[in-house]
């Protein structure tokens, strides 16, 4: 491996978008969660898919690593570069390249970020609907088939994303997929792309599936003296098949968190937070059907509106959950893990999970995306002490076999990165194997985002 020559003989073509500095090395060598920091041995900006292809040609010639940077709000450890090398980040590869708003789709480079790419859809009547709270790069919810709040509705990133422009380890271009809305020729590369964590390709352009605005949108809240009864409204309202565009659920302590960092006063109870969307009539009914079913779950204080300001202000808090919930704890970071189930056994994982915590001297508040069956905890340690470090990994893991038991899987959303990266053979058996003989096959050397998902570099 050369690291240094790759570096070398990349320089002239990049000049200042090229850079050794050790605070811009320091950026980009961890992302939001717990893990342990590791600097690439340089950053690279490129504009454009010829620049990622002379990138990977020159690396994979080198053996130099290659990990794609988006914004760096992963909580898996995927940025972080843990055999050195360099990191690509996109930041300045952030166009929308075509709007088609008849086919209602959407062609973007990989550096645009959801919000700014909603913003810029406002006018076509059109939004993008996959949400998981952080202000993500697309390039990087691709990667890392994200999901989020709208899931329970619209599906992940799985669903939203029709094809893909990829460059391959030795600087091979191809294109996966086509605009239209359905294809039966050959195998589905796009979703083979989709979730592999830039560790077979590196995403350079996006077509993306786009839904109508809706008409009208309401959010509510209810408050419950039981999670158990909160999970239940959960289960009866997506088993009863009310359309819901949201269902989150925040445990006690995640409200205490809301609660001092967002402003509100909610009471310290399990809570689920709701949107439904559609028509003024269609919402009202959604409303007042999920409102009776909270009642039979003894809910309490179950409030519903469609002011905007109300409905914005409630969202923007719940999107800043994590960082609420490390306020419980200042100082400390957060050990984050997320399960899913299936939606019939959500309430055992659950129930089975809070045991664990009352048995655990660490604070690990919950919050999930339950209409999916998805659930996180952000288990708050000190990262230089070892007996916490411990601790969060002996609980993380029973979640993690749990959930494998009751038919789930490690992770629903966050990705596997380093931190689930140790479960993948419980999980699918011999089959991680097989994903091991697919990154071979692509990435012979191991330069792309190495140390990641499959067995072996």
């Avoid at 992963?74 to 008849?102: N, R, W, Y």
């Amino acid at each position: 491996m050369s690291i240094e020559s790759a570096i070398t003989e990349l320089a002239p073509h990049f000049g200042d978008r090229l850079s050794q500095a050790e605070s811009v090395r320091e950026q980009h060598g961890h992302d939001e969660a717990h893990h342990r920091p590791r600097l690439p041995d340089a950053v690279i900006w490129p504009h454009s898919t010829e620049e990622v292809a002379l990138v990977a040609r020159t690396c994979n010639e080198h053996g130099c690593p290659i990990v794609p940077w988006g914004t760096g709000t992963s909580l898996e450890g995927h940025v972080i570069p843990v055999q050195g090398g360099i990191s690509l980040d996109f930041t300045q590869m952030d166009k929308v390249l075509a709007v088609h708003s008849e086919d209602m789709d959407v062609v973007v480079q990989p550096g645009i970020q959801r919000i700014r790419l909603n913003e810029e859809l406002r006018e076509t009547g059109l939004f993008f609907p996959v949400d998981p709270g952080a202000d993500a790069s697309i390039g990087g919810m691709a990667a890392t088939r994200a999901s989020g709040t709208c899931a329970v509705r619209y599906g992940t990133m799985r669903e939203a994303v029709l094809a893909l422009e990829v460059v391959l380890a030795d600087g091979r271009v191809i294109r996966t997929g086509s605009r239209a809305r359905k294809s039966a020729a050959g195998y589905d590369l796009t979703k083979l792309f989709v979730g592999s964590e830039g560790t077979l390709g590196i995403i350079t352009e996006l077509t993306l599936r786009l839904h109508g605005v809706p008409e009208a949108v309401a959010a509510a809240t209810c408050a419950f003296e039981a999670m158990e009864d909160a999970v239940n409204t959960v289960i009866e309202t997506i088993q009863m098949g009310v359309p819901i565009a949201r269902i989150e659920l925040l445990d006690a302590l995640s409200i205490k968190g809301f609660n001092g960092h967002a402003g509100y006063d909610m009471p310290e109870l399990p809570t689920l937070f709701l949107e439904f969307q559609g028509s003024e009539a269609g919402v009202a009914e959604q409303s007042e059907t999920v409102g009776v079913i909270a009642e039979e779950h003894r809910g309490r204080g179950f409030e519903w509106t469609t002011r905007p300001e109300e409905r914005n202000r409630l969202w923007s808090a719940r999107h800043n959950i994590f960082y609420a919930q490390q306020s419980l704890r200042p100082g400390a970071k957060g050990y984050v893990t997320d399960v899913c189930v299936p939606i019939s056994r959500l309430a055992e994982a659950i129930l089975e999970t809070n045991e664990d915590l009352d048995a655990s001297p660490l604070i690990a508040p919950l919050v999930g995306h339950v209409g999916d069956g998805n659930f996180h905890l952000a288990l708050l340690i000190d990262p230089d002490d070892p007996a916490e470090r411990s601790e969060a990994e002996r609980v993380g893991a029973r979640i993690s076999e749990r959930a494998i038991r009751l038919g789930g899987t490690v992770t629903g959303e966050h990705g596997v990165g380093l931190g689930k990266r140790k479960f993948m053979e419980a999980e699918h058996g011999e089959a991680w194997a097989v994903m091991g003989e697919i990154k071979r096959t692509l990435d012979p050397r191991g330069i792309l985002n190495p140390g990641k998902i499959v067995p072996g570099n």
